[in-house]
């Protein structure tokens, strides 16, 4: 066993499966936890900073971004919350969920508070909420498949052309000239 294997077994969850069963980049599993992780604290940080606006929108605003960091937290990096029971319980009921349905909720959260109180700190704040629903989104989409299957999958979709497909539009199509300034009819003037 390698120093690496090792090191691999003891960041693992319990109970989790050594061989991953989705083929999602290690790099695009780990930027979605990062900016999870501080876009939570950032948004919570800027979540205060518009509850100061003395607005009664930009007081909700502000603590619906306060509590979406805090549950971004919570989800992504459930050490940061251990003083808080049962957020591990949440976290593990989350990594059983398919990566679309993360990407829903984030994205959900994010919109509220930039529609309440328009201004930098809900858009930077609520943006990096919706970045991370955005890499979960992507992640949920998977890996792109390699050119040769594409081009096996467009060859077996694609009917060959004939005859019969072809437009009438095409074929009667007039060229494109300049015709002039129309001449003005000087009865009708």
Not at 130 to 144: D, E, H, N, Q, S
Not at 147 to 174: D, G, H, I, K
Request: proline content about 6%; some cysteine; hydrophobic content about 50%.
């Amino acid at each position: 066993m390698s120093f690496q294997d090792k090191i691999t077994s003891l960041m693992s969850r319990p109970g989790q499966d050594p061989v991953p069963k989705d083929d999602v980049p290690w790099w695009m599993k780990l930027a979605g936890r990062g900016v999870g992780t501080v876009g939570g604290f950032i948004a919570m940080f800027l979540g205060v900073w518009v509850c100061v606006t003395i607005s009664a929108w930009g007081i909700l605003a502000g603590l619906w971004q306060i509590v979406a960091g805090f549950i971004l937290i919570c989800c992504e990096a459930p050490c940061c919350c251990m003083f808080v029971e049962h957020v591990q319980r949440l976290a593990d009921i989350l990594e059983s969920r398919p990566y679309w349905n993360r990407a829903v909720a984030y994205v959900a959260l994010a919109f509220p508070p930039i529609v309440m109180s328009f201004g930098l700190s809900t858009l930077f704040g609520s943006g990096l909420i919706f970045t991370t629903g955005v890499i979960y989104g992507m992640m949920a989409l998977g890996r792109k498949a390699s050119a040769e299957e594409m081009r096996q999958t467009a060859s077996l979709e694609a009917p060959l052309p004939n005859a019969s497909m072809r437009s009438n539009l095409v074929s009667n199509a007039q060229p494109i000239a300049f015709s002039g300034a129309p001449i003005l009819d000087s009865s009708k003037v």
